[in-house]
T-cell receptor, first 110, second 112 residues
Framework: NAGVTQTPKFQVLKTGQSMTLQCAQD?????MSWYRQDPGMGLRLIHY???????DQGEVPNGYNVSRSTTEDFPLRLLSAAPSQTSVYFC?????????FGSGTRLTVV | TQLLEQSPQFLSIQEGENLTVYCNSS?????LQWYRQEPGEGPVLLVT?????EVKKLKRLTFQFGDARKDSSLHITAAQPGDTGLYLC????????????FGTGTSLTVIP
């Protein structure tokens, strides 16, 4: 089925470790984004991309890097994990009609 | 500070009851969307409204965009257990590259 695929579904990291959350979409959407969802805070934009080779910061970019080498893929890298990065992460692609979200990655940093 | 405030934050009702969820802001939006999110899943788009005063219906769900495009409501008639979930509104603000900002959500539980 067409959509947004995120991996892994769950991850536990130790403080200071790095990792990459993978995101791929097969709908040929130009716009892709990463959000984190925390209780009482809603969805907050981390980084976004309006096309291959173009990325920009969102509301909460510190501690995260992204790249967009292809239209399909938009990985999110945590450089040095901190407990404050414990959250649920969603990748989404978007058209003018709305977002299509992945099923999320639940990340715990201990 | 949230650009979009949703109320109530939590709602627990009996099957068959009606309910309304609100999404308010001091900003004008070029469009507004409503999503439903089930546990362990990503949000799923329900509707997009773009015109002030616009009303859209999706089966038992009625969505309204305020005349001034600063607020929206979601009304559910005869709620069913399958309506249980987190309802999120998201608005696009003109002049911000059409970025969408999400509300904090309303968690709805419909008790059979």
């Amino acid at each position: 089925n067409a959509g947004v695929t995120q991996t892994p579904k769950f991850q536990v990291l130790k403080t200071g470790q790095s990792m990459t959350l993978q995101c791929a979409q097969d709908m040929n959407h130009e716009y892709m984004s990463w959000y984190r969802q925390d209780p009482g805070m809603g969805l907050r934009l981390i980084h976004y991309s309006v096309g291959a080779g173009i990325t920009d910061q969102g509301e909460v970019p510190n501690g995260y890097n992204v790249s967009r080498s292809t239209t399909e893929d938009f990985p999110l890298r945590l450089l040095s994990a901190a407990p404050s990065q414990t959250s649920v992460y969603f990748c989404a692609s978007r058209t003018s009609y709305g977002y299509t979200f992945g099923s999320g990655t639940r990340l715990t940093v201990v | 500070t949230q650009l979009l405030e949703q109320s109530p934050q939590f709602l627990s009702i009996q099957e068959g009851e009606n309910l309304t969820v609100y999404c308010n802001s001091s900003s004008v939006f070029s469009s507004l969307q409503w999503y439903r999110q089930e546990p362990g899943e990503g949000p799923v788009l329900l509707v997009t409204v773009v015109t002030g005063g616009e009303v859209k219906k999706l089966k038992r769900l009625t969505f309204q965009f305020g005349d001034a495009r600063k607020d929206s409501s979601l009304h559910i008639t005869a709620a069913q257990p399958g309506d249980t979930g987190l309802y999120l509104c998201a608005g696009a603000i003109p002049g911000t590259g059409n970025q969408f900002y999400f509300g904090t959500g309303t968690s709805l539980t419909v008790i059979p």
